[in-house]
């Protein structure tokens, strides 16, 4: 059974960084991409970064690009988002997700997600 | 990247059949296969009910099914039951390593 297990959410001043993580288990990490999809409170789902099983292939969403990085730990079965000069409307709850390739499809499973409250 | 256009909301009484749309662009929705969508209950995370336009994962009900025309990709659950009551979110792959979803339908069991 997939299990995808997020972590490192919490409340952080704007401007600040903020590290999520993600601990995968049931499955074999290394051989599928992976992904971060967020969604705001009341709102609908924003995907927001896509990795590759191999790291070679990575994406972002243009509302986050050059403020977050992702990156896994294939290794370790883990996935990161690190999330810097973090604003308001980048409050919502943050899904790890696993794709059904290796490569990025965006058809995904999900975890339970983790919230981030940026706010003063 | 802009979002897929879906309706904010559908309806349909118990036993009949309701489709959502879901439109997008010949960049996104258009040109790729890669189109799924998901459900999602109040308070829950989101689930995998159609992917690659057409296919259901293991567990499904065979109620749900998915098309696509075009740049417009549709949802269609059949034999509507109380159950089916939820959001639903279509989703795209769209070139360069990036995905865009569609704003969410909520679907009412009247």
């Known amino acids: 059974e997939v299990q995808l297990v997020e972590s490192g959410g919490g409340l952080v001043q704007p401007g600040r960084s903020l590290r999520l993580s993600c601990a995968a288990s049931?499955?074999?990490?290394?051989?599928?991409?992976m992904h971060w999809v967020r969604q705001a409170p009341g709102e609908g789902l924003e995907w927001v970064s896509g990795?590759?099983?191999?790291?070679?292939?990575?994406g972002y969403a243009d509302s986050v690009k050059g403020r977050f990085t992702v990156s896994r730990d294939n290794a370790k079965n883990s996935l990161y988002l690190q999330m810097n000069s973090l604003r308001a409307e980048d409050t919502a709850l943050y899904y790890c997700?696993?794709?059904?390739?290796?490569?990025?499809?965006?058809?995904?499973?999900w975890g339970q997600g983790t919230l981030v409250t940026v706010s003063s | 990247q802009s979002a897929l256009t879906q309706p904010p909301s559908a309806s349909g009484s118990p036993g009949q059949s309701v489709t959502i749309s879901c439109t997008g662009t010949?960049?996104?929705?258009?040109?790729?296969?890669?189109v799924s969508w998901y459900q999602q209950h109040p308070g829950k995370a989101p689930k995998l009910m159609i992917y690659?336009?057409?296919k259901r994962p293991s567990g499904v009900p065979d109620r749900f099914s998915g098309s696509k025309s075009g740049n417009t990709a549709s949802l269609t659950v059949s034999g509507l039951q109380a159950e089916d009551e939820a959001d639903y979110y279509c989703?795209?792959?769209?070139?360069?390593?990036?995905?865009?979803f569609g704003g969410g339908t909520k679907l009412t069991v009247l």
């Open positions: 690659e336009v057409n």
């Open positions: 989703s795209s792959y769209a070139g360069s390593n990036s995905v865009v």
């Open positions: 049931g499955f074999t990490f290394d051989d599928y991409a």
């Open positions: 997700a696993k794709d059904k390739a290796p490569h990025i499809t965006g058809t995904v499973d």
């Open positions: 990795i590759s099983w191999n790291t070679d292939n990575i």
């Open positions: 010949r960049s996104d929705l258009g040109r790729y296969k890669d």
